[in-house]
């Protein structure tokens, strides 16, 4: 069965400091994969997706960057955080001939 | 712009009764629509997916209803537990592999015992 892993569960940075989250899928290849954020009382940001290895679309500029060096890993990165980096990230992956999207547990990140 | 929207409100409701929680959506065609639940810390898991030619979609204890027209889906739990507390996300799609799905905010459901 398909599995999604994400790592670390939370994280406490320093403001200006980097930035690497990481998602890895399991049991399936070539997966269409997702990067979210989710403020309070906010619904689901879409930042990134990606249909392949190497091949990033960001959704909405910003302090943040994107990779896909693996088939079925994909990392979320800064070169420097900022306070409105603050959240909860969730990585997704969606089955090729379905409709829905498979969340991964998310990293709680808090900058300070 | 595109906008959906949950009660913002928490709904709380006395164990075994019916929870309906709405979603309203606007400037936007979806091809389908997904609830959500979300755990305090976790990740959203799926519950159910109705199409927009779809008026209604059944899975045990769980009902939605999709109105078009309205651009209104109702959700809900009959017979509901304590176990049933959580927030509740509703998404929307246009069936174009998840590159535009918009979700909204979440409502928070309280069973009480």
């Known amino acids: 069965s398909q599995t999604i892993h994400q790592w670390p569960a939370t994280l406490v940075q320093p403001v200006g400091s980097p930035l690497s989250l990481e998602c890895t899928v399991e049991g399936t290849s070539n997966p269409n994969l997702y990067w979210y954020r989710q403020a309070a009382g906010r619904g689901l940001q879409l930042l990134f997706y990606?249909?392949?290895?190497?091949?990033i679309s960001s959704e909405v500029p910003q302090n943040l960057s994107a990779s896909r060096p693996q088939d079925r890993q994909f990392i979320l990165s800064s070169k420097k955080l900022l306070l409105s980096d603050s959240g909860f990230y969730l990585c997704a992956w969606y089955p090729t001939n379905t409709d829905t999207q498979y969340f991964g547990p998310g990293t709680r990140l808090t900058v300070l | 712009s595109q906008k959906i929207e949950q009660n913002s409100e928490a709904l709380n409701i006395q164990e075994g009764k019916t929870a309906t929680l709405t979603c309203n959506y606007t400037n936007y065609s979806p091809a389908y629509l997904q609830w959500y639940r979300q755990d305090p810390g976790r990740g959203p898991v799926f519950l159910l997916l109705i199409r927009e030619n779809e008026k209604e979609k059944r899975k045990e204890r769980l009902k939605v209803t999709f109105d078009t027209t309205l651009k209104q889906s109702l959700f809900h739990i009959t017979a509901s537990q304590p176990a049933d507390s959580a927030t509740y996300l509703c998404?929307?799609?246009?069936?174009?592999?998840?590159?535009?799905?918009?979700f909204g905010a979440g409502t928070r459901l309280f069973v009480k015992a």
């Open positions: 998404a929307l799609d246009r069936g174009t592999g998840g590159f535009k799905t918009i």
């Open positions: 990606s249909v392949g290895i190497g091949q």
